[in-house]
T-cell receptor
Framework: LAKTTQPISMDSYEGQEVNITCSHN???????ITWYQQFPSQGPRFIIQ???TKVTNEVASLFIPADRKSSTLSLPRVSLSDTAVYYC?????????????FGGGTRLMVKP | DTGVSQDPRHKITKRGQNVTFRCDPI?????LYWYRQTLGQGPEFLTY????????KSRLLSDRFSAERPKGSFSTLEIQRTEQGDSAMYLC????????????FGPGTRLLVL
């Protein structure tokens, strides 16, 4: 499993766009990039996954450059309810059991 | 609510006691996972079931830990002779198929060992 590095914490204000970058220099050819979100006292929940270029859904966008050694999670116009920890995970589609390997995550604080 | 449920939500116990947690996955999800999360850290994988078969166990799962999924539906995680270092949030997740994006987590059981 590729090791990931992401900022420990970030602050933002309501209405701003937030970009969280994750480094994964040792990403393998078969690896996908997956992001989970965790609110206090809840389990993580999946928000977006991509392999290359750009992926967008109703929650976020994921930008992946051609070399795939990093990725950026973009949250448009954040609100107070986006305050959470965001985890970047990198792994193969068929990793043994698909167990998720979480790093420390990025703690996002959205202020009014 | 048809999400993953866990019981109890909180447990306080004294060192040396045994505790058992229950997880009810989303109906028809054949994969079930247990994770442990300590304060300020991401969840750590403990073990994984496909139906009733336990297919993977982490080195974190010492001999004092045992997990079962007897009928391929709900699962239990038991910790024997609890230690203060066992204090953590124990998370259960279920999944209908392969894929890193497919895991649905429960709210967790927070254990405090005094």
């Amino acid at each position: 499993l590729a090791k990931t590095t992401q900022p420990i914490s970030m602050d933002s204000y309501e209405g701003q766009e937030v970009n969280i970058t994750c480094s994964h220099n040792n990403i393998a050819t078969n690896d996908y990039i997956t992001w989970y979100q965790q609110f206090p006292s809840q389990g993580p929940r999946f928000i977006i996954q991509g392999y290359k270029t750009k992926v967008t859904n109703e929650v976020a966008s994921l930008f992946i450059p051609a070399d795939r050694k990093s990725s950026t999670l973009s949250l448009p116009r954040v609100s107070l309810s986006d305050t959470a920890v965001y985890y970047c995970l990198v792994g193969d589609w068929v990793d043994a059991g698909n167990m998720l390997t979480f790093g420390g995550g990025t703690r996002l604080m959205v202020k009014p | 609510d048809t999400g993953v449920s866990q019981d109890p939500r909180h447990k306080i116990t004294k060192r040396g006691q045994n505790v058992t947690f229950r997880c009810d996955p989303i109906s028809e999800h054949n994969r079930l996972y247990w994770y442990r999360q300590t304060l300020g850290q991401g969840p750590e994988f403990l073990t994984y079931f496909q139906n009733e078969a336990q297919l993977e166990k982490s080195r974190l799962l010492s001999d004092r830990f045992s997990a079962e999924r007897p009928k391929g539906s709900f699962s239990t995680l038991e910790i024997q002779r609890t230690e203060q270092g066992d204090s953590a949030m124990y998370l259960c997740a279920s999944s209908p198929r392969e894929g890193l994006e497919t895991q649905y987590f429960g709210p967790g059981t927070r254990l405090l060992v005094l």
